[in-house]
T-cell receptor, first 105, second 114 residues
Framework: QKEVEQNSGPLSVPEGAIASLNCTYS??????FFWYRQYSGKSPELIMS????GDKEDGRFTAQLNKASQYVSLLIRDSQPSDSATYLC?????FGAGTRLTVKP | DGGITQSPKYLFRKEGQNVTLSCEQN?????MYWYRQDPGQGLRLIYY???????QKGDIAEGYSVSREKKESFPLTVTSAQKNPTAFYLC?????????????FGPGTRLLVL
């Protein structure tokens, strides 16, 4: 079974800091990578998608992909309390268990 | 408004009973998916369908069944063979049927066993 692994956390950062979320995957043939945010009791919503090695930036969010190391990460700059949620890494149709992030005011 | 709807929001199942969760989309998406989410375990793929009248098992299909008679609809039946059905069920769709397509999720259905 293809696996997607994330640190479950919780990860706690102060407001304004950078939050770093990590994900590894086992299927070397994977081509599509996604980060979703899920607030408690709600459904996941897409933050970023990335398909090529390197960095992809969208506002305060940067996704990083390294296919050789089978590693994908998400950086959140200037973290806000509203960023407090569970962040899910998805590789094709498979999801990790999620990392819970808390941003403290 | 375009989107994905799931009903009901909450569903209660008695022992030995089959229940059906509804998922409808008006986004004209080809592919649809069902996931189960348990606390601390992320999303696990139950079934997916890339085209009408065709569907494939995911990682945890045992005790579940689906149909895809219309492009817009992908209902999930939780059968009595599923011994631990209590979970948050999420339906998703994507524009195309390729794995690299972004999935968009419905609001989910919480299934509880009486």
């Amino acid at each position: 079974q293809k696996e997607v692994e994330q640190n479950s956390g919780p990860l706690s950062v102060p407001e304004g800091a950078i939050a770093s979320l990590n994900c590894t995957y086992s299927d070397r043939g994977s081509q599509s990578f996604f980060w979703y945010r899920q607030y408690s009791g709600k459904s996941p919503e897409l933050i970023m998608s990335i398909y090529s090695n390197g960095d992809k930036e969208d506002g305060r969010f940067t996704a990083q992909l390294n296919k050789a190391s089978q590693y994908v990460s998400l950086l959140i700059r200037d973290s806000q309390p509203s960023d407090s949620a569970t962040y899910l890494c998805a590789v094709s149709m498979r999801f990790g268990a999620g990392t819970r992030l808390t941003v403290k005011p | 408004d375009g989107g994905i709807t799931q009903s009901p929001k909450y569903l209660f199942r008695k022992e030995g009973q089959n229940v059906t969760l509804s998922c409808e989309q008006n986004l004209n998406h080809d592919a649809m998916y069902w996931y189960r989410q348990d606390p601390g375990q992320g999303l696990r793929l139950i079934y997916y369908s890339q085209i009408v009248n065709d569907f494939q098992k995911g990682d945890i299909a045992e005790g579940y069944s689906v149909s895809r008679e219309k492009k817009e609809s992908f209902p999930l039946t939780v059968t009595s063979a599923q011994k631990n059905p209590t979970a948050f069920y999420l339906c998703a769709s994507s524009i195309g049927a390729r794995p690299q397509e972004t999935q968009y999720f419905g609001p989910g259905t919480r299934l509880l066993v009486l």
